[in-house]
């Protein structure tokens, strides 16, 4: 059992950066990939980025290519999201997820979600 906890949401104006925070429970972290997901209001959940178990390889959805890194430190238990550059359409409930490889995160599925932090970006 993996529980998932997000911090470092927000408030930041257009062109502001953030960094978002996941920590998780359990001695099995580094087994699993890990990612971000995000939901806006009236769309349905996307997804934002992935990294490996041994943090080798990054996959980033196009809308955030270049202005988003996901990191983890798996003697910490931590994933990160720094987010550069935002835009209104940014704006979001972003969830950590983990899951077995990266493929599912892509496809939207993951085996433990977090209860997600809201980002909203002002124009």
């Known amino acids: 059992q993996v529980q998932l906890v997000e911090s470092g949401g927000g408030l930041v104006q257009t062109g502001g950066s953030l960094t978002l925070t996941c920590v998780a429970s359990?001695?099995?972290?580094?087994?699993?990939?890990m990612g971000w997901l995000r939901q806006a209001p009236g769309k349905e959940r996307e997804f934002v980025a992935a990294i490996t178990r041994s943090a080798g390889t990054t996959t980033y959805a196009d809308s955030v290519k270049g202005r988003f890194t996901i990191s983890r430190d798996n003697a910490k238990n931590a994933m990160y999201l720094q987010m550069t550059s935002l835009n209104p359409e940014d704006t979001a409930v972003y969830y950590c997820?983990?899951?077995?490889?990266?493929?599912?995160?892509?496809?939207?599925?993951?085996?433990?979600w977090g209860q997600g932090t809201q980002v909203t970006v002002s124009s």
């Open positions: 359990g001695r099995t972290f580094g087994g699993y990939a």
């Open positions: 997820a983990s899951a077995s490889g990266t493929f599912s995160l892509r496809s939207n599925t993951a085996d433990y």
